[in-house]
Every structure is written in structure tokens, then in C-alpha cells.
């Protein structure tokens, strides 16, 4: 069984920033792109960043040039450094990843991590 466990999220004043990580364990043989989603209250869970295997990232584009998506494959986590927080970016933070583990592959979601911006 695979699980996404993310942490770092929080209240954080605008202008502020904050550092999301999360790791997969369990049966992983290996893992394709992983990302960062968000949803807020009312609206649709929407595609924040993406990192592939090889290193290549996309962004949404209200938050290029603010957060940075990395990954560590020898520790199976990727992280989100978001900067130059806006009361826009409050929502529930979930990674996701395509992954192969020990019954096939498929996309894999963790519980996902409150960020509220506001002063």
C-alpha cells in the first residue's frame, strides 16, 4: 500500500512564505510525475505545479515566479516553496503522484494540508 503524507502548511501574512513537503512510502517500484493541487472553498481543485521524473516543471500561471516545485527521488518527496504568499493562494494544498508500486500503476493523493493566507 502507498501513501502521500504532506506537511507545512499553516497561517502565513501576506508577502509571507512557506515551505509544503510531501512523502510517499510503501511498495514503490517508481515514480512519475508528482505535483501540488489546491482547492478552495467554493471552487474547483485546480493544478498548481508539476514536476516530472526528469526534472521538467510546469506552473499555474498565477503563481510563476513564486513558488518553485523540487523533488528528492532518493527520499521519494516532493516539495513547494511558495513566496510572496496573496489571500488568493488560501486553500487545501494536496500532492499527487503517478507512481508504480506494488499492484500496478496508478495516481496516488495525500490528505491534503490547510494554507491561509491573511494578516
Known amino acids: 500500500q502507498v501513501q502521500l503524507v504532506e506537511s507545512g502548511g499553516g497561517l502565513v501574512q501576506p508577502g509571507g512564505s512557506l515551505r509544503l513537503s510531501c512523502a510517499a512510502s510503501?511498495?514503490?517500484?517508481?515514480?512519475?510525475?508528482m505535483g501540488w493541487y489546491r482547492q478552495a472553498p467554493g471552487k474547483q481543485r485546480e493544478l498548481v505545479a508539476v514536476?516530472?521524473?526528469?526534472?521538467?516543471?510546469n506552473y499555474l500561471d498565477s503563481v510563476k515566479g513564486r513558488f518553485t516545485i523540487s523533488r528528492d527521488n532518493a527520499k521519494n518527496t516532493v516539495y513547494l516553496q511558495m513566496n510572496s504568499l496573496k489571500p488568493e493562494d488560501t486553500a487545501v494544498y494536496y500532492c499527487?503522484?503517478?507512481?508504480?508500486?506494488?499492484?500496478?500503476?496508478?495516481?496516488?493523493w495525500g490528505q491534503g494540508t490547510q494554507v491561509t493566507v491573511s494578516s
Open positions: 510503501g511498495s514503490i517500484v517508481s515514480i512519475y510525475d
Open positions: 514536476i516530472t521524473s526528469g526534472g521538467s516543471r
Open positions: 499527487n503522484a503517478d507512481l508504480r508500486g506494488g499492484s500496478g500503476r496508478g495516481i496516488h
